[in-house]
């Protein structure tokens, strides 16, 4: 395990990351570049992300990449990020394989252009028995969306005798989202200085920390992870209690 960069303590680590990867139209505006030089530096970032998490030994790592409610962007910088996610899975799958990481994606591809989910799927199989690294991308996600399709699945459950109406509880609906038996996200992460959560896993971190940073997500390397992880170890998790 590799020695972070900004103090931690690593008999405390979270066990699960989430990420709203937020900023890189803004970084790329104050440079005077196009929207779309940001996002292909936010790929980057993601590659620093996955190996600060693999060399801290973190399990779980959630990432937005794609609201249910960026589909509103200019089709040219849509076109754009789907084209960068089908490259980055393309160039990086054998090494992510190869590093013991599964690629889950948490949303619909109904939506997402014939391409760029053939990799998805691509990505999702030959990675699927992997267990250093769960990588959820989420993917035309949306939380409410994500709530309301766990309902249908469990009510059509119960329509058809497979299910009874009062086995369901607050622990077996986690089955019916898209992480399932994954634990809850310890920690939020949210680049640019927005406070918000905007749609993001709202069942799931209910009690989760929520770190918020100013750094744009082009900006956000090993050392801003572990500063992040720093302030979560200072946090006193009640979770309700005294």
Request: charged share 35%.
């Amino acid at each position: 395990m590799a020695k972070p960069s900004i103090k931690i303590d690593t008999e405390k680590l979270p066990e699960h990351i989430a990420i709203i990867m937020d900023g890189n139209g803004r970084w790329a505006k104050k440079r005077f570049l196009p929207r779309t030089a940001g996002h292909k530096v936010g790929v980057e970032r993601v590659r620093d992300a996955i190996k600060a998490v693999d060399e801290l030994g973190i399990k779980y790592l959630t990432l937005y990449a794609f609201s249910t409610e960026n589909w509103k962007r200019p089709q040219d910088e849509v076109q754009m990020l789907m084209k960068l996610l089908a490259e980055y899975l393309k160039k990086e799958l054998d090494e992510l394989h190869r590093n013991g990481v599964r690629i889950r994606v948490l949303g619909s591809l109904d939506e997402i252009p014939e391409k760029v989910r053939t990799e998805i799927l691509n990505s999702m199989e030959k990675t699927k028995d992997n267990d250093n690294i769960v990588l959820n991308i989420a993917l035309n996600y949306g939380s409410r969306q994500e709530i309301v399709r766990g309902i249908r699945e469990f009510a059509s459950e119960v329509l058809e005798g497979k299910r009874d109406l009062d086995s369901l509880d607050e622990e077996s609906f986690k089955d019916y989202l898209y992480t399932g038996s994954q634990p809850d996200p310890d920690m939020v992460i949210r680049t640019s200085g927005e406070e918000r959560i905007s749609n993001f896993l709202l069942y799931q971190i209910a009690y989760s920390e929520l770190i918020f940073t100013d750094t744009l997500w082009p900006d956000f390397k090993k050392e801003n992870l572990h500063e992040a992880i720093a302030e979560f170890q200072k946090r006193k998790r009640r979770f309700g209690g005294i």
